[in-house]
């Protein structure tokens, strides 16, 4: 598929930035004129992910975190989201509801639940030791005007 | 943020704002302080004013629920629309938790 636009945002894992990550991310995907839902739904997303590897990738340390927003032909928008953090072991388990290994710290362990239910596909790739890649695809139906 | 007004055996929590993991912990502390002191039968948590909640605010109302049972109390949530409740109901908050009919 052609890309139409992209953007690349690199931030510290800081908890600060995970405002600032879902608010430039859905900003850029507004160019495809979503609807209010829709935004909610990639911000939400969005939020997830960073917060992912602000707790988990990169537990106790800073290190930084990649986003990559592309806009595809068809009204496809679609962003990765990279960390070179200690990585998955096990991804399936990660990804069932409920599931978390920060236990006092109130995470509800829903986070990849949330990013499937709100973008149409959600993709994991993790190697232990190196980081993750999380792509969330989600289209954004064009609307008459 | 947040505003919280209490009276006799009602607590009731304000939220404002966005809830994600950077602002939820301040929040919660702000409420359990309060919450241990007046140890109230029903803690009620507005959303009515909250524009953003990822599921680090599920992680929130499941510690203020296990707080108030307790103190042999509940949790009742009001205001929760848009994304805000359907991230709750992904989290099936609806049964720990008494959730108002509101869409």
Not at chain 1, 26 to 44: G, M, R, W, Y
Not at chain 2, 19 to 46: C, F, N
């Amino acid at each position: 598929m052609n890309i139409i636009n992209e953007m690349r945002l690199k931030i510290p894992s800081k908890s600060v930035n995970e405002g600032f990550a879902r608010s430039a991310v859905a900003s850029f995907a507004a160019q495809l004129d979503p609807t209010v839902a829709e935004i909610a739904d990639i911000k939400t997303a969005v939020s997830e992910a960073v917060t992912n590897c602000i707790v988990h990738a990169y537990a106790g340390e800073i290190g930084m975190i990649t986003l990559e927003a592309r806009i595809l032909e068809g009204g496809v928008f679609m962003v990765k989201i990279r960390d070179r953090g200690c990585g998955i072991a096990d991804v399936k388990q990660a990804m069932e509801p409920l599931f978390t290994t920060a236990q006092g710290d109130e995470r509800a362990g829903l986070g990849f639940s949330v990013m499937e239910s709100f973008m149409d596909k959600v993709t994991v790739r993790s190697t232990l030791g190196k980081g993750t890649i999380v792509t969330l695809t989600k289209k954004i139906e064009q609307r008459a005007r | 943020m947040l505003r919280i007004e209490t009276a006799q055996e009602l607590m009731m929590v304000f939220l404002i704002g966005e809830i994600d993991h950077h602002s939820a912990k301040a929040m919660r502390e702000e409420i359990d302080t309060v919450a241990e002191r007046v140890r109230p039968g029903t803690l009620i948590l507005d959303f009515s004013d909250v524009s953003f909640m990822d599921s680090s605010g599920i992680g929130l109302v499941m510690g203020r629920v296990r707080l108030m049972k307790s103190f042999g109390g509940e949790v009742k949530i009001q205001g929760a629309k848009g994304n805000i409740r359907k991230v709750m109901q992904i989290a099936g908050l609806h049964r720990v938790a008494r959730m108002d009919d509101e869409q």
